[in-house]
């Protein structure tokens, strides 16, 4: 600043060079402030914005709440015995089951339980120039995943869960729903102590299944359906004994197969046993 003379006496007088300086400063306090708003509003807001909305991390040896649960080892086992069709066998089969072995295809690289059993429920249905050298090993397919999607993935397709009350045992629910003690400990494999159940304890088991097993002689080969559905195959050892009839399941199925000349696995055995409730239908068949 200077004095000088002017309309009114002595006046202060601002140098033009300052003028200029000070109208340069306060441009760029301007660009900055639009830089900060423009800093904050697409990079520092989104941020603290995601970081307020994002859930927790899990704690220490958790699985993330979105990852999807891994496919148990058993399960694992029954998709890997899904056997692939050979492309060039493929030409011979009607489009329909073209587009349903295409279908079982991805639903073993998807280890998707559900979808596969209801893919090998289809092809079965398939008519038969196109399946009958497939069916045997359809069957088989079928057999082990049904069996894994009971015991395994806490499917409520033939389960139901039941409270405790005072006066109930694991064995009594087991009858009182027509199934198996032995069933209902293998749905509950967290339950080690079954003689002193809590009441209020929730239980699973098998709900009023109805079974039926037809031994096919000449096949060499046992049936099990439930509810009308095919469940799964088993083969016969040896020759049947029986001749055709219809027989009643008693409270130790091994000894209707002793009597009758029917002979499994142990393994077999020991699953049909854990299955078949007393009064399940055994039929033999010549065929």
């Known amino acids: 600043m200077g004095l000088a003379r002017g309309k009114y006496g002595v006046e202060y007088v601002v140098h033009p060079e300052k003028k200029v300086s000070h109208a340069f400063g306060w441009t760029m306090a301007a660009v900055l402030a639009v830089a900060m708003v423009s800093f904050c509003a697409t990079v520092a807001y989104p941020r603290i914005r995601d970081s307020l909305a994002a859930p927790p991390p899990p704690a220490s040896g958790e699985e993330p709440a ?22 060039g066998d493929m030409k011979r089969r009607g489009s329909k089951t073209k587009a349903l072995l295409m279908r079982l295809a991805e639903a073993k690289k998807k280890r998707d339980l559900e979808m596969a059993v209801s893919t090998l429920e289809q092809l079965r249905a398939q008519p038969a120039k196109d399946i009958a050298d497939l069916d045997g090993r359809f069957a088989r397919e079928l057999g082990n995943l049904n069996v894994e999607l009971l015991f395994g993935r806490r499917s409520e397709r033939w389960v139901t869960a039941v409270e405790l009350k005072r006066g109930d045992t694991a064995s009594r629910l087991a009858y009182e729903h027509g199934s198996t003690f032995a069933s209902l400990k293998k749905l509950n494999p967290e339950i080690r102590q079954f003689d002193n159940l809590a009441v209020g304890m929730k239980i699973r088991v098998m709900d009023h299944p109805h079974f039926t097993l037809v031994v096919h002689k000449a096949g060499g080969f046992a049936d099990l359906s439930l509810n009308g559905k095919f469940f799964k195959r088993y083969a016969t050892a040896g020759e049947v004994g029986s001749g055709e009839g219809n027989f009643e399941a008693p409270a130790k199925l091994r000894t209707l197969f002793a009597e009758k000349g029917i002979s499994f696995s142990a393994d077999d055995l020991s699953e049909l046993e854990t299955l078949i409730p007393m009064r399940t239908p055994v039929l033999v068949s010549d065929l």
């Open 66 to 87: 979105d990852s999807e649960p891994e496919t148990p080892p058993a399960a694992e086992s029954a998709l890997a015995g899904i056997d692939p069709v050979d492309p």
